[in-house]
Nanobody, 123 residues
Framework: QVQLVESGGGLVQAGGSLRLSCEAS????????MGWFRQAPGKEREFVAG????????SYATSVKGRFTISRDNAKNTVYLQMNSLKPEDTAVYYC????????????????WGQGTQVTVSS
């Protein structure tokens, strides 16, 4: 019943911006940490950004810090990823992720994944 649906991906020139959205259904949004991962062809899926249950605390991969911003609206069951100053190396399929809180603050165990949305940045 749980479903995470991403949207907002597309083709953009280097230096441009995109805003990804992830709408969750079948779960209580405020009870899950929400985050974004990405995977380029032939590479491992990597963590991009994460948000606490309320969204008050956020974390980012070093490669995107200062350029990307994660936010969430629990009333709308939606998490966003604002991506600015995009670079060709940001090209990947971006996945929304939901993880129940655990004893350790880690993204090693994700409970639910979205289907992914393609982001392509041209130079």
């Amino acid at each position: 019943q749980v479903q995470l649906v991403e949207s907002g991906g597309g083709l953009v020139q280097a230096g441009g911006s995109l805003r990804l959205s992830c709408e969750a259904s079948g779960l209580t949004s405020s009870r899950y940490r929400m985050g974004w991962f990405r995977q380029a062809p032939g590479k491992e899926r990597e963590f991009v950004a994460g948000a606490s249950l309320s969204g008050s605390s956020t974390s980012y991969a070093t490669s995107v810090k200062g350029r990307f911003t994660i936010s969430r609206d629990n009333a709308k069951n939606t998490v966003y990823l604002q991506m600015n100053s995009l670079k060709p190396e940001d090209t990947a399929v971006y996945y929304c992720a939901a993880a129940a809180p655990r004893s350790l603050s880690t993204w090693s165990n994700v409970d639910y994944w979205g289907q992914g949305t393609q982001v392509t940045v041209s130079s």
